[in-house]
């Protein structure tokens, strides 16, 4: 049996830990908390249970659990600062996060979370995802998962995710569910973000595409929505002009046709360059001016706890090189000769008082692309909350879309 999380895989008849199929040595005892933890996860774990159940009743201090609980963390690519993994609860125990698969042997039917599988990916709990790797054209690693259950559907990846950090965050976690009640989702992080591979040289559009359509491949039906916000849109176009027969709705959210740094406006491309300076030397310093602009940018109705979750993110994903990197390339897509191809059923939707991608990108999408409908949200976050009245609308209009 393997059980499979993030990007570790549990191997107990090997008695290994593999991160990215890359074996890590660990001590016995770590390993046994390790299992213990992940047959126990979402439930809350005391000293005594520990004692009782990996030390087998010896004693052991507090300062022996929690050098064993880092050991474990690191082992996992977790830290005691994010703990996205495995969770100290303040003077009560440990929580173990992460959704887990169940891998049994090839003979044996495959079981997720104690749920018996009638396909391969097929996952209809809205409480756990799957994540796992594909391989893009270049040979790019790219973590997706698959979530929820109904319409199928891929999220095209943009910039800033985290499959793991993103299903508990404040801001993705209540659309996710939302999303999953309607559709079974397929997401995915970027080349150079997320859990898919960091050492990333090539961030041409071109490769964007290739992600997209790798994951599709790996992943996808036949025919699904394909949902994209922000600057997975172009991304989406142009995978919706090269296979337009895969697609059965194109939803195009908080888009643009063009990047800032090809746009006509002057002050975008001074703009677009200027976040970019910030990027490379703020990029994961708390307090630093990009974290305070981006956040009050990007959602300027959240709350506290939403906007420490969107800090977080930013300095979990991925470095600043890659951040820069990335930021450049997406500022640089233009897709304003693809639009008059797109041959799909499309409904685009802008947010009005959009601080990221103006509301004229919003416009110039739905004016180029052919007989798409167009929809304004009355709202000024980029990603939209729960608490506005955007929030239903929003999924009004999703549900009236793809349901003709």
Known sequence: MIYRFTDCELDIAAQ???RRDTPVKVEPQVFDLLVYLVENRGKLIDHDDLVKSVWRGRVVS??????????????????????????????????????????????????????????????????????????????VRIAYAITGSGIPLVRTGHWLTHLEHDWHSPIWQPFLKEMGRRFEIVRYDQRGNGLSDREVQDFSFDRFVEDLEAVINAAANDRFVLYATSQGVPV?????????????????????????????????????????????????????????SFTTTYIPDATKEQMDS????????????NAVAIRRAVDSFNVAQLLPQVAVKTLVLHARNDGIHPLDQGLAL???????????????????LPEEPAWSRFFWELDRFTRT
């Not at 100290?88 to 891998?103: C, H, N, P, Y």
């Not at 888009?255 to 490379?280: D, F, H």
């Not at 739905?366 to 709202?379: D, H, R, T, W, Y």
């Open 16 to 18: 290994e830990l593999r």
């Open 62 to 139: 507090d300062s022996a659990i929690a050098a064993r609980i880092s050991a474990a963390r690191k082992a996992v690519g977790d830290n005691g600062k994010d703990q996205l993994i495995i969770k100290t609860i303040a003077r009560k125990g440990f929580k173990f996060l992460s959704s887990v698969e169940i891998i049994l042997p090839r003979d044996t039917d495959p079981i997720v979370e104690g749920i018996e599988l009638k396909s391969e990916w097929k996952n209809s709990s809205l409480d756990h995802q799957q994540i796992r790797y594909c391989e893009s054209s270049d040979g």
């Open 236 to 292: 989406a176009i142009k995978y919706a002009v090269q296979n337009p027969e895969r697609i059965s709705h194109l939803v195009l959210h908080g888009g643009y046709v063009r990047g800032r740094l090809v746009r006509e406006s002057e002050a975008e491309v001074k703009q677009g360059e200027a976040i970019l300076t910030l990027i490379e030397h703020g990029w994961g310093l708390t307090g630093s001016p990009f974290l305070k």
């Open 310 to 321: 969107l800090v977080d993110l930013q300095k979990l994903t991925t470095n600043a090189q």
């Open 366 to 384: 739905a004016n180029g692309i052919p007989n798409s409908e167009f929809v304004m949200l009355e709202s000024a976050n980029h990603a939209l």
